[in-house]
Structure formats: structure tokens, C-alpha cells
């Protein structure tokens, strides 16, 4: 089945900095990636995706790149602000709905 | 995206006992998923619920522990039975809306004593 890695477990940043989370995948089949952020006690929430077939997607301060041939995808975060800590996770899943979670990474943004 | 709750958002309770949590979606979704959270960990795929038809469970899990109903397209039910503090731990419904994109309610905060 599907395995998904991800690094660095915790990542502390200064306000401004950017911030880069890495995943790698196992399962070649995997053609959907959601990046997830979930604050302390609240539910994860969906901040942006990327299909198999696009290398990158951005979104204001936020962008994800996928690497099908490495099969690997990343967040990148720019202009980080303290409202941007949380815990992070990527996802990658196949067309039968088979999602399997990073472990996450806890990112702190210090102001 | 659909609005989704759960209930009860927490419950402590002892153990050997049963605790059943329900997920509510406000419109008809296509699949519904059950996932476990353990304290500080990532999100554990449980089960698929299945509308009409037995869950679809991941290795680990299984029907006797954590039974699910799923009796229509907006509604469903995970069960955790005869529970040790080992399942001490936040249980999540999502759902698909007709993609692949999967939505989180809420959450129920378990307690076992």
C-alpha cells in the first residue's frame, strides 16, 4: 500500500521567512495530493491540492510542487506569519479514495 | 464544502464500555470515512463507510471493534466497543463531495479510563 513520508517534523521560522515541507510517496498509482493544516484542537483543513497531472499550484502565499518521477511534492509557505503555526499534512491518494497521511510538522513561526 | 458535524464533540468514559459517534453532513455526499488521531500522531484511516453495504475496514481495524452503520447518504455511525485507554484518542469523520478532496468535521475527543 501506499507510504508517505514527510520532513522535517518540526520547522521553527522567523516572521517573513519562508518555509518548505517535503513529501515522498511510494505508490505510483497516487495521483492526488492535499496539503492539510490543523491548529490545536481543531479539525485538519484542506489550504490547496495538486492533481498528477500539474507540476505546481500556487495560492497567494502558499504553493505546491509535485515531482511524478521522484514521486515527490512539497508546501512552500512565503512570507510566513505567526497565524501560519500549526501542524501540517501532506496526503496522497489514489482515484479509489485511498488517502494516506504524512506524519506531519509542526510549524512554529515566531514573530 | 459540505458543513459536517459530530457528535459528542467529547465523552470520557470507562472501560469495557461501548461509545458511539455519530457524523452528520448537511447534503448528500458520496463517501464518508472514519479516521482515528491519536494524542500528537497523523490521521489513521479506519474505515470506509459504505451506504447500504458493510464498511470497508484498513488493516488493523476491524468490524468488531469498531462497527459502522451507514444507513443513508448524509449520515453515519462509528462505534468503539468494549474500550480499553488505548483508544483514548480524537476520532474524525470526512467526506467526499464527488472528488478527491476530503472534508474533516469536527471531531470527538475520547477519554478512556
Known amino acids: 500500500g ?29 495521483n492526488y495530493f492535499p496539503w492539510y493544516k490543523q491548529e490545536l484542537g481543531k479539525r485538519p483543513q484542506l489550504i490547496i491540492d495538486i492533481r498528477s497531472n500539474v507540476g505546481e499550484k500556487k495560492d497567494q502565499r502558499i504553493a505546491v510542487t509535485l515531482n511524478k518521477t521522484a514521486k515527490h511534492f512539497s508546501l512552500h509557505i512565503t512570507e510566513t506569519q505567526p497565524e501560519d503555526s500549526a501542524v501540517y499534512f501532506c496526503a496522497a491518494s489514489t482515484q479509489d479514495n485511498d488517502m494516506r497521511f504524512g506524519a506531519g510538522t509542526r510549524l512554529t513561526v515566531k514573530p | 464544502s459540505a458543513v459536517i458535524s459530530q457528535k459528542p464533540s467529547r465523552d470520557i468514559c470507562q472501560r469495557g464500555t461501548s461509545l458511539t459517534i455519530q457524523c452528520q453532513v448537511d447534503s448528500q ?11 500528537g500522531q497523523s490521521l489513521t484511516l479506519i474505515a470506509t463507510a459504505n451506504q447500504g453495504s458493510e464498511a470497508t475496514y484498513e488493516s488493523g481495524f476491524v468490524i468488531d471493534k469498531f462497527p459502522i452503520s451507514r444507513p443513508n447518504l448524509t449520515f453515519s455511525t462509528l462505534t468503539v466497543s468494549n474500550m480499553s485507554p488505548e483508544d483514548s484518542s480524537i476520532y474524525l469523520c470526512s467526506v467526499n463531495t464527488g472528488g478527491e478532496t476530503q472534508y474533516f468535521g469536527p471531531g470527538t475527543r475520547l477519554l478512556v479510563l
Not at chain 1, 2 to 28: F, M, R, W
Not at chain 2, 29 to 39: I, L, S
Open chain 2, 29 to 39: 455526499v458520496t463517501m464518508m470515512f472514519w479516521y482515528r488521531q491519536q494524542p
Open chain 1, 2 to 30: 501506499e507510504n508517505v513520508e514527510q520532513h522535517p517534523s518540526t520547522l521553527s521560522v522567523q516572521e517573513g521567512d519562508s518555509a518548505v515541507i517535503k513529501c515522498t510517496y511510494s505508490d505510483s498509482a497516487s
